[in-house]
């Protein structure tokens, strides 16, 4: 990508800017490996700002890979509740628990280690060894890629295998050996900071004499869209048992129960957490939830004590998936025994962190705290 000379003048622009402008964020407070590998999961796909309280609490109540390892999966999943993408939450304690159980509790320092960890590919296994280890491992994320795609003015799908090997290539090529931590945070920041998605500062930017894009006016339409899979909408009805004391019933994580009362694609939906009882729709919603609810509370579907009443309509969004959300809540003088379902206040289920729910879920239970009958409908 540069010659020796620009090589070396570009590394010396990006590093001193990272130096004098970093921002300062809590995993970058010390090198150790736990805290920048937390840190590294929880930025997958979320932004920093919404990352940082969830990263201290966590960090509070499992402040080593030991104290991760040994907890109950619902317990961090609680701890993770609202940041999404569960896998994460699931697959940083299996990964604890093998570090405990293969490494006496150290973190790996070998790449083909770190990536047999489940949840870690080649990038975050990269991130970890550079930043708390200072390992030659050149990063390479969208973000990084995206400020390469500008420097090196390169058109296409940067994700076609081809392109990507080749954008590895000229990562490993710029690591700066000396410094690879700050070399590669370095990148990641000007990623975030200056060379954005849209409207990159390049008035701004460290190192805009090396760029290519910039020198040929093509900086704001590179890198170019890759094809988006196109949405799929979906409708899901959900109920919102309720007895005299505000209490509703939570069906259990769909894969710890034997009996699967949810089905496949809304297990996923609800991301294998505790959920009210739900199910996809087609034409009939209060219909077809009568149904789902007549199996699965063994009353035949005409009893008249299940009245559903429809609450406010919500919608949620999961990659590729438009949800329209259906609400309907159900009064009842007393909520069914099912084997493994729980039964919670509602109101403690619409505040983060009460229970291990996905945002689906505490979206059901707000829908049905905000309806203005919620406090004088209960029977
Ligand atoms: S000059 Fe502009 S496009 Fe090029 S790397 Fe800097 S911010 Fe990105």
């Given at each position: 990508m540069l010659q020796s000379r620009e090589l070396s003048a570009f590394r010396k622009q990006l590093l001193g800017?990272?130096?004098?402008?970093?921002?300062?964020?809590?995993?970058?407070?010390?090198?150790?490996?736990?805290?920048?590998?937390?840190?590294e999961i929880m930025l997958q796909q979320t932004r920093v700002a919404a990352v940082i309280p969830y990263y201290e609490r966590f960090l509070e109540r499992f402040p080593d890979v030991g104290t991760l390892a040994e907890a109950s999966q619902q317990e961090v999943l609680r701890f993770w509740s609202g940041l999404g993408y569960y896998s994460r939450g699931r697959n940083l304690q299996r990964a604890a628990q093998q570090i405990v159980a293969k490494h006496n509790g150290i973190f790996p320092q070998t790449e083909?280690?770190?990536?047999?960890?489940?949840?870690?590919?080649?990038?975050?296994?990269?991130?970890?060894?550079?930043?708390?280890?200072?390992a030659k491992?050149?990063?390479?994320?969208?973000?990084?890629?995206?400020?390469?795609?500008?420097?090196?003015?390169?058109?296409?799908?940067?994700?076609?295998?081809?392109?990507?090997?080749?954008?590895?290539?000229?990562?490993?090529?710029?690591?700066?050996?000396?410094?690879?931590?700050?070399?590669?945070?370095?990148?990641?920041?000007?990623?975030?900071?200056?060379?954005?998605?849209?409207?990159?500062?390049?008035?701004?930017?460290?190192?805009?004499k090396f760029c290519r894009a910039r020198q040929m006016g093509l900086a704001e339409s590179l890198p170019e869209k890759r094809k988006t899979r196109s949405r799929v909408e979906i409708t899901l009805a959900a109920a919102v048992l309720l007895d005299a004391r505000g209490r509703t019933l939570l069906l259990p994580p769909p894969h710890a129960s034997r009996k699967q009362a949810t089905h496949e694609e809304v297990a996923a939906l609800v991301s294998k957490m505790w959920h009210f009882p739900t199910v996809a729709v087609k034409k009939n919603s209060a219909l077809e939830l009568r149904e789902f609810l007549s199996?699965?509370?063994?009353?035949?579907?005409?009893?008249?004590?299940?009245?559903?009443?429809p609450l406010s309509r919500a919608r949620h969004c999961v990659t590729y998936r438009d949800i329209a959300l259906l609400p309907f809540r159900v009064l009842v003088p007393k909520l069914p025994r099912i084997?493994?379902?729980?039964?919670?206040?509602?109101?403690?289920l619409a505040s983060p962190s009460s229970l291990a729910v996905s945002n689906l879920t505490r979206k059901v239970a707000r829908a049905a705290l905000a309806d203005p009958t919620f406090s004088t409908a209960l029977p």
């Open positions: 800017w990272f130096r004098q402008f970093q921002r300062d964020l809590p995993w970058r407070r010390n090198k150790d490996p736990y805290r920048i590998w937390l840190s083909d280690d770190v990536v047999a960890l489940p949840g870690i590919g080649r990038y975050t296994a990269a991130a970890i060894l550079s930043i708390a280890f200072g491992h050149a990063v390479l994320d969208g973000n990084v890629a995206r400020v390469l795609a500008r420097l090196g003015a390169i058109h296409g799908d940067l994700r076609e295998a081809q392109r990507w090997q080749g954008l590895q290539k000229s990562a490993d090529d710029l690591l700066d050996p000396k410094s690879p931590s700050d070399w590669n945070q370095g990148l990641m920041e000007l990623g975030a900071m200056i060379c954005t998605p849209r409207s990159p500062q390049c008035l701004l930017c460290p190192v805009a199996k699965l509370l063994s009353v035949p579907a005409r009893d008249r004590t299940l009245r559903l009443e084997s493994g379902a729980k039964l919670i206040s509602l109101s403690l």
